[in-house]
């Protein structure tokens, strides 16, 4: 999604849609994956985990779009687009109804390794490209590209906490326990733990209805999760007209910051 303000600013691609990172920006990767994966391993969703082997990620170097399209486009048709640290919401919701996942081109620094509010390169690629390379998961990616383009700014913000506590901040249930699939968990070292293990947090039931009523904070670690039962609770919402349900909901009262918390 995209957010007011920006501390980063996007690398620029070469004539061959390349990005030259530093040693530094590169070593940074390499930090972020060797302590992520074993984290993610225990906690991450069986469908996450078979995306994050196809795309078989470099350690010591930040992937190029070119290596991530490689796996993409033969998976789903998909592909990942370099772009700079803020886009509108007009060009985030075109690329993903063209099967195009946004990519900031830049990199954390060493002092936010932790948390950062917006997305970089190692949220976009290792939180969200593995479950992309689902043909179910990128369909319903695809859809809601297409439902956000059509939609109004008001409507948008509704969309855009639906993508919120489902594509960022989704958990699941599975027989081997509570599991992640939203990226902003599973990019996070402190809120892939947090979400699965701390009793802090409320955990609720998916609802749609709920999801869309329900504001969200970008600043701290969240507070509230909504758990599916499977991934097809994600793939239902294709046949839902998720935007008369849009529309209903904005009629109504939404969720205040108490009843969030």
Known sequence: ??????AYVAKQTDTQGHVQYTPEENAVWQTLIERQTP??????????????????LPLTQIPQCSDIN?????????????VPALIPFDRFFWLL???????ATFIRTREELDYLKEPDIFHEVFGHCPLITLPEYAAFM???GELGLAATPAERILLARLFWFTVEFGLINTKAGLKAYGGGILSSISETVYAIESPLPERRAFNVIDALRTPYRIDVIQPLYFVVDSLDEIYALRQLDLMKLVRDTMQGNEYGP????
């Open 1 to 6: 999604m995209n957010y007011e303000k920006s």
């Open 39 to 56: 984290i993610v391993k225990a906690r991450a969703c069986g469908e996450y985990l078979d995306g994050l082997k196809k795309l078989r």
């Open 70 to 82: 490689t796996v993409l486009q033969a998976a789903t048709g998909w592909a990942v687009e370099a």
């Open 97 to 103: 109804a063209n099967r195009r996942f946004p990519a």
């Open 142 to 144: 695809q859809h809601y």
């Open 258 to 261: 108490d009843s969030a918390c």
